[in-house]
């Protein structure tokens, strides 16, 4: 047990590490765990390094669906709902047939019904991988808007499916018409079960005394009750985990205070980003296993069968990203839509979009070793194998050339009404006139009666003054100013801190105060940072 857990700590570490280099290389850093994985793989040093795939569910897909929930805007998910609507559940649907006849075509032996299961593993594409990217280039947010909400549904429509083939690989049977009802009763019932336990936390969160580490602990239950209690009664959990995040993410102003909100952020940051590091570099570390166990199949003809279900799915997410273009043209002659003409460029960067990742690799582990007979899973490390391969080719290749494809098409952002710049003088031109507005009907148009308040007036009116010459002529002479002052300001917490940190050697001082007044610096500096230009910021 002790070398197994050190292996853990040591793989965190090398996580770290790659996505340094990541960083480094401007690469998104899926790819770059991948194939590091990949590497590490080969040098046998975590070759006993094994995870129960009846667990896999379990640990990682609750939490990472929840945080993904949160992250999703509902303004822009309600905008572009037709369209993330057409790509979760329609296109899923599609590629899984797609997917399940060639493999039973290609394969010999290879049933529909496993062909479906094979499909409804490799249909979800990961959001991760594809916003990585798109947040390093220049790309209309209305399209990682679009990304992020099909895969958010997307990964509850083709586990969907994955289940219903499962059931029919391990029982035999297929009944349409009892399982289209099955479907609906998953999906609905998973739904209302994700909404009802949504609004039981809410009133946790907004009417019992909690703290915020109460609040952050709560957060971290919230997805595993949510999908434990949608799966007791055979119902969808990721769609209970979907629609109770969903719900829970529009109210988190009312039902957290402001130290919850940030703690939880933190929090949730972090464990993500370990769930989702350690997960892409297991993708790469499968291999040798994988390999091993393929039987009488070749290693040549699995990874011919690999890129073949690759190409496949490529090809058929591209024609799909084409016909939903064409298909909303025509809605739009009857109900309003989010963009009544798409164009050619915005379905080639969606349709380039799709890699996989996650999700594919938790629904492949997840296969059962044995059927209920006893008897081993039909072509179950060739399913294996050939997920890996769709992974890592979709990763790297679609992963690493989709940053070339957004600069070579230039897609038009015709989404923005408002340059984002303008939208953040605006915010705080308007916040600053409020402000002042309420100084002035709270405590007289005079002398403010507070030496703070009467400060925090003329700070106030100096901000209004360069925001309207800024917006009015586009005078630079306010950034300019308000650089020079953040910077220096920037150079005296870091002289606080020192002086906090000398004050922290005596005896006389408690280090719970230094620590307090350390954290109160670090609010200040983080709000100071968000106020300059990313470029500066990140100096």
Known sequence: MQEL??????????????????????????????????????????????????????????????????????????????IIASFAFPIVIITSCIVAVVSHWLIPGFTLALGFLLGGIVSPPDAISATTIMRQVKVPKGLVSVIEGESLLNDASSLIVFRFALAAVLTGQFVFSEATTSFFLVIVLGTLIGVALGFLFYAIHRWLPTTPSMDVALTLVTPYSMYYMAEHFHYSGVLAVVSGGLLLSSKRNTMLTYRSRIESVNVWTVLSFIFNGFIFLLIGLQLPSITQQLGNITLGRAIGYGLLVSLVLIVARLLCAFGASLFTRFASRFITVGDANPGWKLPIITGWAGMRGVVSLAAALSVPLLTPQGQPFPYRDLILFITFVVILVTLVFQGLTLPWLIEKLNLE??????????????????????????????????????????????????????LVQQLEDGSHTREETLQQFQHSYLKLLNQQRDLLHEMNRRADFDEEVIRKYLALLDLEEYKVREKLPQEVALQ
Not at 35 to 40: F, Y
Not at 426 to 445: C, I, T, W
Request: aromatic residues 12%; hydrophobic residues 50%; neutral net charge.
């Open 5 to 82: 857990f050190s292996q853990f700590v040591y793989l965190i570490l090398i996580v770290l590490a790659l996505v340094m280099v990541a960083n480094r290389l401007r690469l998104a850093y899926p790819i770059v765990l991948v194939l590091g994985g990949l590497a590490l793989s080969f040098t046998g040093l975590f070759t006993n390094l094994t995870i129960n795939p009846e667990i896999v569910f379990l640990i990682f897909l609750p939490p990472l669906l929840y945080e993904a929930a949160w992250q999703v805007s509902w303004k822009e998910f309600c905008r572009w709902r037709r």
């Open 413 to 466: 952002d015709k989404y923005t009404i408002i340059p984002e710049e303008r939208q953040e003088l605006l915010v705080q031109k308007k916040l600053a006139q409020l402000a002042l507005r309420y100084l002035e009907e709270n405590h007289g148009p005079g002398t403010l009666p507070n030496d703070y308040l009467h400060n925090l007036r003329m700070r106030l009116q100096l901000d209004e003054h360069f």
